[in-house]
């Protein structure tokens, strides 16, 4: 089993920053990915970015060039800086681990809230 603990969420007002971070208890999958699903409310979960243990990131197109996502091997840790956050990013997000590169997540953080607004 692997436990997610994530951390970084708040109240940010429009333009604002924030970095989530997720730590992962162990990684028991040699090539892996880890990365953030987000959720808002009445809408489904969707994929926001991911690193794999390669180091290769890919992002939605709605957080790409304002989102980071980087990784430290390491400690199991995986890091999002979001820059320039609008309303619309506004939702509960979800540490994941995968067993493979672009496969779904095999893992789950519990999620923690992301809210823009002034």
């Known amino acids: 089993q692997v436990q997610l603990v994530e951390s970084g969420g708040g109240l940010v007002q429009p333009g604002g920053s924030l970095r989530l971070s997720c730590a992962a208890s162990?990684?028991?999958?040699?090539?892996?990915?880890m990365g953030w699903y987000r959720q808002a409310p009445g809408k489904e979960r969707e994929l926001v970015g991911r690193?794999?243990?390669?180091?290769?990131?890919n992002y939605a197109d709605s957080v790409k060039g304002r989102f980071t996502i980087s990784r430290d091997g390491a400690k199991n840790t995986v890091h999002m800086q979001m820059n320039s956050l609008k309303p619309e990013d506004t939702a509960v997000y979800y540490c994941?681990?995968?067993?493979?590169?672009?496969?779904?997540?095999?893992?789950w953080g519990q999620g923690t809230q992301v809210t823009v607004s002034s």
């Open positions: 994941f681990v995968a067993s493979t590169y672009y496969s779904g997540p095999n893992y």
């Open positions: 162990r990684i028991i999958f040699s090539r892996n990915a």
């Open positions: 690193i794999t243990s390669a180091g290769t990131t």
